[in-house]
């Protein structure tokens, strides 16, 4: 069974910085794509950013240019450095990844419980 493992989130005034990670846990034997998703009050959860095994990024029109999305594949942790955050921004934000493990030999996709984000005026 694999657990992604988040951590980071917390409380933020406007226009300051956080920083989220999330690391595979379990017997993972190769890991895709990795990314964030999110879900803000009154919406469903949505796409935030992802990356590929590559380090190629893709980001939501919404973050682009304020949050930036990296991996060390070395240890299948991705991060997402979050800058300039807005009070929009608050929400649950959900680590993804695509991975294999030894049971399946698919590449299957595993969710993380969610973190907090909440960012004051």
């Known amino acids: 069974q694999v657990r992604l493992v988040e951590a980071g989130g917390g409380m933020v005034q406007a226009g300051g910085s956080l920083n989220l990670s999330c690391q595979p846990a379990?017997?993972?034997?190769?890991?895709?794509?990795m990314g964030w998703y999110r879900r803000t009050p009154g919406h469903e959860r949505e796409f935030v950013a992802k990356?590929?095994?590559?380090?190629?990024?893709t980001y939501a029109e919404a973050v682009r240019g304020r949050f930036f999305i990296s991996r060390d594949n070395s240890k299948s942790i991705v991060h997402l450095r979050m800058d300039v955050v807005r009070p929009e921004d608050t929400g649950v934000y959900y680590c993804?990844?695509?991975?294999?493990?030894?049971?399946?030999?698919?590449?299957?996709?595993?969710w993380g419980q969610g973190t907090q984000v909440t960012v004051s005026p």
């Open positions: 993804h990844a695509v991975a294999m493990t030894p049971m399946t030999f698919r590449m299957l996709d595993y």
């Open positions: 379990g017997n993972v034997i190769g890991v895709n794509d």
């Open positions: 990356i590929t095994h590559e380090g190629e990024p």
